[in-house]
């Protein structure tokens, strides 16, 4: 049942293989390590066409690609790593089915995701060789009020 939702996850992940090495500039509004009430966060489109945000993933800053068409939300084996995810490439299988061919990585559950005091527990996602920067996708999205385009801005409430 997994596997057809981390297609879309590994389409995402091809996507951010093809990006720039290089980090992308901070969204308009970063994420707030305080425990504040959730607020509208606006995220302005960067000059490559995407949105980005810094989200706190069980308690460290990840910076991410806003994916609204990936099903989960895919890490970077090192942004894995400093949130304290336990892996190996001996655990790696296929889990979906990029541009470039079979996506290979680890499905996880990530106990929380915050971004803006937007908090989700029991994320699922995975771990992506390979992948060049961590996407934010529906399994997190989805759990928001809204998420809205218009123009050059995001908004998410």
């Known amino acids: 049942m997994l596997k057809p939702l981390l297609c879309v996850v590994a389409l995402g992940a091809g996507i951010g293989m093809i990006l720039p090495a290089g980090r992308a500039p901070a969204p308009v ?35 991410f690609l806003i994916d609204t068409g990936a099903s989960g939300v ?47 527990r029991g994320v699922h996602g995975a771990i992506l060789q390979g992948s060049g920067i961590s996407l934010l996708g529906q399994a997190y999205l ?9 123009g050059d801005y995001m908004r998410l409430d």
């Open 29 to 63: 509004r970063a994420a707030s390590a305080s425990r504040a009430a959730p607020r509208e966060t606006l995220l302005k489109r960067h000059e490559d066409g995407h949105f980005y945000a810094d989200a706190e993933v069980n308690g460290e800053i990840v910076h």
């Open 74 to 120: 895919a890490l970077t084996e090192e942004d894995a790593q400093r949130v304290g995810l336990r892996f190996s490439p001996a655990d790696y299988e296929e889990v979906g089915l990029g541009a470039g061919g079979p996506i290979r990585g680890k499905l996880v559950t990530l106990d929380r995701v915050s971004l803006d005091g937007k908090e989700a």
């Open 142 to 150: 989805s759990k928001l009020g809204s998420v809205e385009m218009s």
